[in-house]
């Protein structure tokens, strides 16, 4: 649209709008200039475009001179749509510029974002590798600590069988002494008999059972007081191959016993009914020591290094323990029937071992028959309870230690235990040959050994035939 101008104020106006149209024009140029110059890594391709079209209008084509010499014509039109134009175009740029920087910084953002989801992801992957060492650690710990409670075990084990055993096989001091008519060196440890040479046998433990004919042991008896040995079986075990042999004596069998007189002193050695040495003693562990003293100068001073004695109140509780133990009598007596099995509990287990008719002479022998019974049948149940449970000796011997007396203490205890569980091989009774008499003077009963068939017995138990 175009309009008159007719005044000089006007046309000094109009110029000053023209110029200041102008300059508008130049400004806007110069500053997309220097956006351009400033973005022009990040958004040339796009700018060089825009740049093309920049300068497309001038301020000649929005200006016309009418010619008269007074008047011209402006074309506000497209002075408006110039302007527009640049705005846009400079609106635009930034706008690109922006948007690159918004994208850089985006970019950057995400970066950013990324690092610190990187940074939480590695922490928490920290976090539980940190918690999974932890778990290591305490599973570590309980599998050390568990692991050590069981090399404990079998260390402790280990150090009590051998502890056991060390005691049980003590022969470091053997001295033994053979009737006169026996030829034998090294202390006894080498036997010659009917041609043959005999070795004593280190694997060989003993063990003295003693059966005491009081309800209760006391440790303050009187000398000659304090019970009898009504049951003696010396139980001897072959480590190497397992063999055990037990030599029944004769609770009659005459014997040198060592006397102590009322104040505990050494009295005399007076040759006696064996089982009369238990009642020269305290009544526990003296009268033991004695009665196994008595015992080695019968087998002619070979050592026995344990003993275990109990008393009539034991003798239902141990076989209580183990359920019973079931015979098949021989002989017809008291609650008994021979040929008739029966479970022996409580009190008749006592009456079957113990029972003796006194009105007859060797009666003794009758008995001893029950007995060795009894230690059969006791003895095939308790080696297979045994093999399921190695603790199952240890319980019988916490059970009856306030009826006994003894000097088997754990480590034997074991030691037997762990041996006869995977070396038992059956159980052999040796009887001893001999005879009942009457002497004048005497109350009671004396067996008489025959010393021929006892030495051979000694001899088959405690050496080995070497030639």
């Known amino acids: 649209m175009s309009k008159p101008i007719n005044s000089l104020t006007e046309d000094k106006d109009l110029e000053n709008l023209s110029n200041a149209g102008d300059n508008t024009d130049n400004t806007v140029s110069h500053n997309l200039d220097k956006e351009e110059s400033s973005t022009e890594k990040e958004v040339s391709d796009a700018h060089s475009s825009h740049h093309h079209h920049q300068h497309y209008h001038h301020n000649t ?132 008999y009917n041609g043959h040479t005999y070795e004593f046998n280190d694997n060989i433990a003993s063990i003295l059972f003693m059966g005491i004919d009081k309800r209760k042991l006391v440790d303050d008896a009187v000398a000659a007081t304090a019970g009898q040995a009504d049951a003696l079986y010396l139980l001897t075990y072959d480590t190497s191959n397992g063999h055990i042999k037990v030599l029944c004596l004769n609770r009659d069998t005459m014997s040198e016993v ?71 009598p021989e002989y017809t007596f008291g609650s008994f029937t021979k040929g008739q099995s029966i479970t022996l509990k409580g009190d008749l287990t006592e009456e079957f071992v113990r029972h003796r008719d006194t009105t007859l002479l060797d009666d003794n022998l009758r008995r001893m028959s029950c007995q060795r019974l009894y230690l059969n049948s006791f003895t095939s149940q308790i080696v297979p309870a045994i093999k399921d449970d190695f603790t199952l000796p240890l319980k019988l011997y916490q059970d009856s230690s306030e009826y006994t007396v003894t000097n088997i203490n754990p480590n034997i205890m074991t030691y037997l235990a762990s041996s006869l569980a995977t070396n038992y091989s059956g159980l052999n009774m040796i009887t001893t040959k001999g005879e009942y008499k009457m002497v004048t003077g005497d109350a009671s009963a004396e067996f008489k050994l025959d010393k021929n068939d006892f030495f051979e017995k000694i001899l088959d138990i405690y050496y080995n035939k070497i030639k």
């Open 61 to 192: 084509d929005v200006i016309h001179d009418n010619g008269d010499g007074e008047t011209f014509e402006v074309d506000w039109d497209t002075i408006e749509r110039n302007y527009k134009h640049r705005h846009h175009h400079r609106s635009h740029s930034s706008g690109e510029s922006d948007d690159k920087a918004s994208d850089i910084s985006h970019s950057s953002d995400n970066h950013k974002f990324n690092k610190g989801h990187l940074s939480r992801g590695n922490s928490k992957t920290n976090n539980k590798k940190k918690r999974m060492s932890k778990k290591k650690k305490i599973f570590l710990g309980i599998l050390i600590f568990l692991l050590c409670v069981i090399l404990g075990i079998v260390v402790t084990f280990f150090v009590m069988r051998y502890l056991g055993q060390k005691k049980l096989l003590n022969y470091d001091n053997v001295n033994m002494s053979f009737p006169k008519d026996i030829d034998y060196e090294n202390n006894g440890r080498i036997v010659y």
């Open 258 to 328: 060592i006397r102590y007189n009322a104040a505990g002193k050494y009295y005399d050695t007076e040759t006696k009914q064996i089982c009369l040495a238990y009642a020269y003693g305290d009544g526990k562990t003296t009268s033991a020591e004695n009665q196994v003293t008595a015992v080695e100068r019968l087998i002619y001073n070979i050592p026995i290094n344990a003993y275990y004695a109990i008393d009539l109140s034991a003798i239902k509780v141990i076989n209580d323990d183990i359920g019973g133990v079931t015979v098949t």
